[in-house]
């Protein structure tokens, strides 16, 4: 089957994005899809595959994103940025209601973060902390936990305090000194491994304080480091910079109600956390090229790559940010 897409990102989180209005297609045919094309060593690669997909009487379209492993995320706020671009451009309009795998997220296009980038404001929402939701048996002494909030999580063999969001998807945030990526990747491999008191799995992210940058207010500035489920290390989480700017503020580490800059390897966002726990991002949506590539489903293989056309100007203008801002 060929489909037509492009190729795209958020804050240095990477896809093929499909329109899939027209597409009928089942949940695990999406999902070979995904493997086939965001393998790295296939012809496009990618963290994951988006898809833009129909809207209903709430929402004006709805976005799915599974993941390199084919597993499908309850939500992803750097793809929902991307997807939410596609929908705006195919109906003209340039704010929406998008319809998420269980929840629903607010998108409009904003001022760009620097010239020549496409910039999209997101609201998702509220954080949620109520882990047996996820669920997350602690057992021992946390038996019966319901929320783990600068805490450390026994079974994880870790010392580390974390406290545990839903965006809505899971995720184990802690602050540290200094990001160690081995240890990042270490937790991050026990919770991918789907353990009896995890099922679920969970993404996990290392996040230092950082100074005062321009724009923010003091101290208001957060570096990202995470290990996405589904992924691995990833240069960039949108929901993981989401969770952690939202942790931040729950612990008194950061304010409610202003303006925080979050980095990470791939780039930076903007974001806000109000008191009722809605978390604002706003990024970028840089389309890097477009094609069409032929997907063996049954086999799980993409192949015949045409590569329709380069936006080198968004590639451009996204670059004269992205090295300074991933250091």
């Not at 492009?6 to 009928?24: E, M, Q, T, W, Y």
């Not at 949620?128 to 063999?157: F, K, M, N, T, Y």
């Not at 950082?210 to 929901?239: H, I, K, N, Y």
């Not at 978390?279 to 949506?285: E, R």
């Amino acid at each position: 089957m060929r489909f037509d897409f492009v190729k795209c990102h958020g804050s240095g989180n990477d896809f093929p994005l499909i329109d899939a209005r027209d597409i009928a297609l089942s949940p695990a045919e999406w999902a070979a899809v995904a493997r086939a094309l965001a393998d790295r060593r296939g012809p496009v690669g990618g963290d994951g595959l988006l898809l833009l997909g129909a809207g209903d009487a709430d929402h004006r379209f709805a976005m799915a994103m599974y993941n390199a492993d084919g597993s499908e995320a309850e939500t992803c706020l750097n793809g929902l940025r991307c997807v939410a671009r596609m929908g705006f451009e195919a109906l003209g309009i340039d704010h929406a209601r998008v319809k998420l795998k269980t929840s629903s997220a607010l998108a409009e296009r904003d001022a760009d973060v620097a010239p020549g980038v496409y910039t999209v404001r997101e609201t998702a929402g509220p954080a949620g902390l109520d882990v047996r939701a996820w669920p997350l048996h602690a057992g021992g002494e946390g038996a019966g936990i319901e929320q783990i909030v600068d805490a450390p999580v026994p079974p994880l063999g870790s010392d580390r305090a974390f406290t545990a969001v839903a965006m809505p998807n899971p995720h184990l945030v802690a602050f540290v000194e200094r990001i160690d990526e081995a240890e990042l990747v270490a937790i991050g491999t026990t919770c991918e491994s789907a353990p009896d008191w995890l099922p679920n799995r969970a993404n996990v992210s290392f996040v230092e304080l950082r100074g005062q940058d321009a724009g923010s207010a003091p101290g208001q500035a957060l570096f990202v480091r995470t290990f996405e489920r589904g992924v691995g290390l990833t240069d960039s989480c949108g929901s993981a910079m989401a969770a952690s700017a939202f942790a931040a503020c729950l612990t008194g580490r950061l304010a409610y109600d202003a303006p925080i800059t979050v980095f990470n390897k791939g780039g930076l966002v903007r974001a806000a956390v109000a008191r009722d726990a809605m978390v604002s991002l706003s990024g970028n949506a840089t389309w890097e090229w477009h094609g069409s590539v032929e997907v063996d489903i049954a086999a799980e293989r993409a192949g015949d790559l045409i590569v329709h056309a380069h936006a080198d100007a968004e590639i451009a203008a996204w670059a004269r940010i992205a090295d300074s801002a991933g250091r």
